[in-house]
């Protein structure tokens, strides 16, 4: 999901490999999302005491709050082998099967933006998840013919950035759902001090709370924006330290707000305000108007504008608040909506 924000910046291998490591490797180390990690470490400790693999597992919320590493940390805690596929790749129930009739006994299959599977291998799944069977249909027309294959028991974690869109039957099949929110800057501080540890960073708490404040309620974000801060201490510092002048010339070069908006919110929130007048507008026209598919605004840029309470979604479409307009320094709307009115 990550490149579908950041086209203004190219993500190469390094970038990746730095992503990876900076990823926790288990639940103590996983910052914020209390309930859900205590959730999680029940389910665990469970099935190791009865030495079965867990429940399967749901996780849904925006891009960059953790979904992947958690996938990581139940296969890590488990002590389980993961497997890493996606929706967009599985675009036949044959993909499937060959997935799934691959996996080892107890494997940890983690399969991100779960609901853009194909309808037929969806149909497939429900089955392989409740009783580790699948039916691999042969030959077509009337002399088709199904046969049964019994799989490898396994743990399936899904993740969905649109949990709505999953079908009821899919969603059912699995024992323990969980929809991650937006971290508290205070959380994100904790990520932040850890990245910077790890990549050999100093930074004042006053400069780690300026970046947390920036990071959108982002994990992924804040360690995006601490990298940016690093590469500005190479080229204009002693490559070490960081004060907060150095995060505020570092932030500001790469177009994030104050409050942590980049191009593409201020795009959604200036067309809101300016061109449809604080709307009630629809989210394609929307997305037509700013150059982004409609998905991307539904579940990259709208949650966290709707979250800070800049933007409504009514009935009759998508809403600005008086907030919105002040952050854009625009003359409210007469009828504009306060956060409280939504
Ligand atoms: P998602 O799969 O939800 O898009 P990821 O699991 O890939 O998000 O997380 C993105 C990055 O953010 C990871 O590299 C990881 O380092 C960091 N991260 C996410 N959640 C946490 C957390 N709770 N604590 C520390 N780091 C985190």
Same mark, same amino acid.
């Given at each position: 999901?990550?490149?579908?924000?950041?086209?203004?910046? +190219?993500?190469?291998?390094?970038?990746?490999?730095?992503?990876?490591?900076?990823?926790?490797?288990?639940?103590?180390?996983?910052?914020?999302?209390?309930?859900?990690?205590?959730?999680?470490?029940?389910?665990?400790?469970?099935?190791?005491?009865?030495?079965? +693999?867990?429940?399967?597992?749901?996780?849904?919320? +925006?891009?960059?709050?953790?979904?992947?590493?958690?996938?990581?940390?139940?296969?890590? !805690?488990?002590?389980?082998?993961?497997?890493?596929?996606?929706?967009?790749?599985?675009?036949?129930?044959?993909?499937?099967?060959?997935?799934?009739?691959?996996?080892? +006994?107890?494997?940890?299959?983690?399969?991100?933006?779960?609901?853009?599977?194909?309808?037929?291998?969806?149909?497939?799944?429900?089955?392989?998840?409740?009783?580790?069977?699948?039916?691999?249909?042969?030959?077509?027309?009337?002399?088709?013919?199904?046969?049964?294959?019994?799989?490898?028991?396994?743990?399936?974690?899904?993740?969905?950035?649109?949990?709505?869109?999953?079908?009821?039957?899919?969603?059912?099949?699995?024992?323990?759902?969980?929809?991650? !929110?937006?971290?508290?800057?205070?959380?994100?501080?904790?990520?932040?001090?850890?990245?910077?540890?790890?990549?050999?960073?100093?930074?004042?708490?006053?400069?780690?709370?300026?970046?947390?404040?920036?990071?959108?309620?982002?994990?992924?974000?804040?360690?995006?924006?601490?990298?940016?801060?690093?590469?500005?201490?190479?080229?204009?510092?002693?490559?070490?330290?960081?004060?907060?002048?150095?995060?505020?010339?570092?932030?500001?070069?790469?177009?994030?707000?104050?409050?942590?908006?980049?191009?593409?919110?201020?795009?959604?929130?200036?067309?809101?305000?300016?061109?449809?007048?604080?709307?009630?507008?629809?989210?394609?026209?929307?997305?037509?108007?700013?150059?982004?598919?409609? !998905?991307?605004?539904?579940?990259?840029?709208?949650?966290?504008?709707?979250?800070?309470?800049?933007?409504?979604?009514?009935?009759?479409?998508?809403?600005?608040?008086?907030?919105?307009?002040?952050?854009?320094?625009?003359?409210?709307?007469?009828?504009?909506?306060?956060?409280?009115?939504?």
């Amino acid at each position: 999901m990550d490149e579908l924000r950041d086209t203004a910046e +190219p993500v190469d291998d390094t970038e990746l490999a730095i992503e990876g490591a900076l990823r926790p490797a288990s639940l103590s180390e996983f910052v914020g999302q209390q309930k859900v990690r205590g959730q999680l470490q029940l389910l665990l400790d469970a099935a190791r005491i009865q030495q079965r +693999p867990a429940d399967h597992i749901l996780l849904s919320g +925006p891009p960059g709050l953790g979904k992947t590493t958690l996938a990581m940390i139940v296969a890590h !805690e488990s002590g389980r082998p993961l497997r890493l596929s996606s929706g967009p790749a599985i675009q036949h129930a044959g993909d499937l099967a060959a997935l799934l009739s691959s996996l080892t +006994p107890g494997e940890v299959l983690f399969i991100d933006e779960v609901h853009r599977m194909a309808r037929s291998a969806e149909e497939m799944l429900y089955l392989a998840m409740e009783d580790f069977r699948i039916d691999i249909m042969v030959g077509k027309g009337a002399g088709a013919t199904s046969i049964p294959l019994d799989l490898a028991p396994f743990t399936l974690v899904g993740a969905t950035t649109r949990s709505g869109l999953l079908p009821n039957p899919l969603r059912d099949r699995f024992g323990f759902t969980a929809h991650l !929110e937006y971290y508290e800057p205070a959380e994100l501080e904790r990520v932040i001090e850890r990245s910077a540890m790890m990549l050999g960073v100093g930074l004042p708490p006053i400069a780690r709370s300026e970046i947390a404040r920036r990071s959108r309620g982002t994990p992924r974000i804040a360690n995006r924006l601490l990298r940016r801060v690093r590469d500005y201490t190479i080229v204009h510092g002693d490559g070490r330290d960081a004060d907060p002048a150095t995060v505020d010339a570092a932030l500001d070069l790469y177009d994030v707000d104050a409050i942590g908006l980049d191009r593409l919110d201020r795009a959604v929130l200036e067309a809101l305000v300016r061109r449809f007048r604080g709307g009630p507008v629809g989210l394609s026209t929307l997305a037509v108007t700013v150059g982004e598919e409609a !998905e991307t605004i539904e579940s990259v840029v709208e949650p966290y504008l709707v979250r800070i309470g800049f933007m409504g979604r009514t009935p009759r479409g998508r809403v600005a608040t008086r907030e919105a307009y002040q952050h854009l320094g625009a003359a409210p709307a007469e009828s504009v909506l306060e956060i409280d009115d939504l």
